[in-house]
């Protein structure tokens, strides 16, 4: 019986070794890409606000100019052109409203920078569009798509990275010992930096890949969610006990009472975005869409609670006809369930902003270990296999009486 369980562990450690070895090869490439990619993408903020003076300025002891005057200037400099988006940061960042469009095939998107105490205008960034060169849009496009058309590039990065989950599980297969003797603990846990170069590079791929197995599964798993619609249904519905998650949804407003701030002279999206104000004095930054595409669409603001991430944040939902408050589920995060905050927390704890600079730095170092993996591992494969061959090209020579005789005469004129 027990030489039954030896063999039948052994076929299946063998089979186990076999999918470790050409699931690798198979996404390797691929795994590097995004891995590299993400330890640009990483410090992105820092890195842009350090080279962009202009996300910068004075603090002024007086308040912000309401969204409608910072919308005037910015129309002043994309005529024509309908804002997408509008952006409040901290007392010391700029205030920004987004253009983004989709034409002809191609996306653009342009960025007017103002300052929210004078609304004077202080710099406008194209970063998609008209053959500018964004590093970091760059970075992102090969992290998510390869550089390919995103429906083509974002499911083959998708399904490369289901092959690295399950990678990392064949991994720490193949990383557990037999046996667990001071040789072995050795082998397992620390890197033989006096080795030679096959042993350090083994020594590379297989304890590194054992110390970065759990958040490199982390990482894996938060970018699975952008990926496959399945895979963040599948998620919220076990992180949730069991319930469905809910799809991206906003409250209506109410059209039968349509017209009812229309003798007001504040703009309407001002008067939200001063409700939403005397709710959240401390907020570190507001979002808003300022235009409203349907009669039925609802105002929607959301204030970040703090500076550096952007899981922990409220949204309001306000009628655009009356401003009566609606609330959502997850709109606010402290109140929200578990499950709906994993899903704000998603993308932080992907870039490592879930535990602020500290953890941007331990994301990039497990970013990088993540791409070292297929290149060291291919390396582990390419040695084995040249010994292979080399094996098989000089096989080791039969004793025959020939060679008998041979090795004794060299015996006999040595001792002469």
């Not at 309001?316 to 995060?333: P, V």
Request: glycine share 8%.
């Amino acid at each position: 019986m027990k030489s039954k369980d030896r063999n039948r562990k052994s076929t299946l450690r063998r089979l186990n070794d076999w999918l470790h070895l050409w699931l690798g090869l198979v996404s390797g490439i691929v795994v590097f890409i995004v891995s590299i990619t993400g330890c640009f993408y990483a410090f992105q903020q820092e890195i842009s606000d350090a080279l962009e003076p202009w996300r910068f300025v004075e603090v002024q002891d007086k308040p912000f100019v309401p969204p409608s005057q910072l919308l005037d200037t910015a129309q002043l400099y994309m005529p024509g052109k309908t804002p997408t988006g509008l952006t409040y940061s901290n007392a010391e960042g700029a205030a920004a409203v987004g253009f983004s469009s989709f034409e002809n095939g191609k996306r653009s998107f342009t960025a007017i920078f103002m300052n929210p105490y004078t609304g004077e205008f202080l710099y406008k960034q194209q970063m998609l569009g008209n053959g500018e060169f964004n590093f970091f849009r760059f970075i992102i496009d090969g992290h998510r798509a390869l550089w390919l058309p995103y429906d083509i590039g974002r499911p083959v990065v998708g399904v490369c990275t289901l092959i690295f989950v399950v990678l990392l599980i064949t991994g720490l297969v193949m990383w557990w010992p037999e046996k667990w003797n001071k040789a072995n603990y050795k082998k397992s846990f620390k890197i033989k930096w006096n080795g030679s170069f096959k042993r350090i590079n083994y020594d590379l791929h297989n304890v590194l890949g054992f110390y970065s197995l759990i958040l490199a599964f982390v990482l894996a798993v938060t970018g699975l969610v952008w990926s496959f619609e399945w895979f963040a249904d599948s998620l919220y519905y076990v992180t949730s006990g069991g319930e469905l998650k809910p799809g991206h949804h906003h409250p209506h407003s109410d059209t039968t009472k349509a017209g009812g701030l229309a003798n007001s002279t504040v703009p309407v999206l001002d008067q939200a975005w001063y409700k939403t104000l005397a709710q959240e004095p401390n907020a570190q930054g507001m979002y808003m869409t300022p235009t409203l595409e349907d009669k039925e669409d609802a105002i929607e603001i959301i204030a970040y609670q703090d500076m550096g991430s952007w899981y922990n944040h409220n949204t309001y939902y306000y009628d655009q006809y009356t401003l009566e408050l609606y609330r959502a589920q997850g709109d606010r995060f402290s109140e929200a369930s578990f499950a709906d905050q994993l899903d704000m927390l998603n993308y932080d704890i992907h870039i490592g902003a879930a535990l602020g600079f500290p953890g941007k730095v331990l994301a990039f170092f497990i970013s990088l270990i993540c791409a070292s993996l297929p290149v060291t591992g291919f390396l582990v494969w390419w040695n084995k296999k040249k010994k292979s061959k080399k094996e098989k090209a000089t096989p080791a020579r039969s004793q025959t009486p020939f060679n008998k005789q041979t090795t004794e005469a060299k015996k006999v004129y040595l001792k002469v």
